[in-house]
C-alpha cells in the first residue's frame, strides 16, 4: 500500500510516520525544498502542477491532503486516476469560508452569524445589521488568525476594509461563546464512524496555543448535537479520513465556526493521549484500513511552540511528558514543535501543563527576533 500526500508540513511529517508505522509507505509532493515531511519519507520538491509528480502520485494506491489550500488544478489531474481523499468538494467547501457557512446552514447546523462582502458600502450595511463588534475575514488562505481583522469601533471599519478589501471577503457576527472546543472524527472508505472525545482550545494571538482533551464539563444532549452535525457532513461528502469542526460553545448550544478536512493542531494530544492518533486513523481511513480505537488514554494536552524553541532539554526526562520538534526554521508566528502531556487525572494534567508553560514560558508564543 502506498499514500500520496499533497503537503509536506508538520501535518505530512506525522502522517507519513503514522504509515510507517502500518507498514504504509508514502510520497509527499510540496514545493518547498525544506518541506519536514521529507525527514520520514521521500518528498518530491516540485511544483504543484509538475507532470512527472503527479504521474508519481497517480501510481500511488491512494492521495491525501495535510491542507486545503492545495491547488484545486492539482487535485482535478489526479481525480479519475487516483482514489483523492478527501473528495475535492470538501476541499473546496473548507478552503472558502462562505461555501462553508452557507454548507453547514443547509445541513442545520448553526454558524455564526455571517454576511458577503463586496464592497465598503455592502461593509457598512452588514455592520449596520449585525452591530459592532464584526471579524472581518478573508474568504479564502485564512489560518492562525491570518486574513482577518476585528473591528471594535465604526472608525476602524476604512482601516479594516483598506486592509482587506481588496480580497473576497466575509463579515461574521462577534459570538460572546463561554469557550472554544473542536471535535474530531475519522470515517472509513465502509462509512464507519469513530469519534475523539472533544478538546478545549485556548488561543494567543490567533494561534491555537493549548488544547485540553477530554473536555470538562460537556452536557450528554450538546455532545450527541455536536456528534450529529458532524456525521451529517461526513455522510453528506461521503468522506473518508479525518474531519474537525471548531465549535463555539455558548452554554446552552453550539455555533460551528470551521471545519478542517484533514488532522487537525487541537487534536494533537492524539498521538500520546489516544489509543489511535489521528494520523494513524486517517491513514487507516484512505488506505481502507480497519480504524483503529479512538478512546482516550486518560487525560491529555497539547502545547504549542509557535516563532522560537526554548531549550526543551528539562522536558525530555519529565514522565508524562513528549516533545515533538519539527525541525523547521523559526519564524514569526511559525508552528515549530509541540509538547503533549498525559496524565490519569485533571488535577495531574494541570500539573505537567505548568511545568512545561514553566519551560517554555512566553516563548511558546513569541515571534522569532
Known sequence: MKVGILGGGQLGLMLAQSAHGLGVETLVLDPAADAV??????????????????????????????????????VEKLVGRVPVHPVPEALVLSG?????????????????????????????????DAGLPIVLKTRRFGYDGKGQVVVRAADELDAAWAKLGGEELILEGFVPFVRELSIAAVRGRDGEIRFWPLAENHHVDGILHISRAPA??????????????????LAKLDYVGVLVVELFDLGDRWLANEMA????????????????????????AVAGLPLGDTSARGFAAMVNLVGTLPDLAPLAKEPGITVHDYRKQPRAGRKLGHVTAV??????????????LE???DRATRPAS
Open 96 to 128: 472558502d469560508r462562505l461555501l462553508e457557512k452557507r454548507f453547514f446552514r443547509g445541513l442545520g447546523i448553526e454558524p455564526a452569524p455571517f454576511a458577503e462582502i463586496g464592497s465598503r458600502i455592502e461593509l457598512g450595511r452588514a455592520v449596520a
Open 37 to 74: 515531511a521529507g525527514q520520514a519519507t521521500r518528498h518530491l520538491a516540485k511544483d504543484w502542477l509538475d507532470a512527472a509528480a503527479l504521474d508519481a502520485l497517480a501510481a500511488c494506491d491512494v492521495v491525501t491532503c495535510e491542507f486545503e489550500n492545495v491547488p484545486s488544478e492539482a
Open 261 to 284: 478536512c484533514r488532522v487537525h493542531n487541537s487534536f494533537h494530544w492524539t498521538i500520546e493521549g489516544a489509543v489511535t492518533s489521528q494520523f494513524e486513523n486517517h491513514v487507516r
Open 343 to 356: 496524565a490519569d487525572s485533571p488535577v495531574a494534567l494541570e500539573t505537567r501543563i505548568r511545568r512545561i
Open 216 to 233: 470538562a464539563n460537556v452536557p450528554a444532549a450538546l455532545l450527541a448535537e455536536a456528534e450529529r452535525g458532524l456525521s451529517a457532513i
Open 359 to 361: 519551560v517554555t514560558g
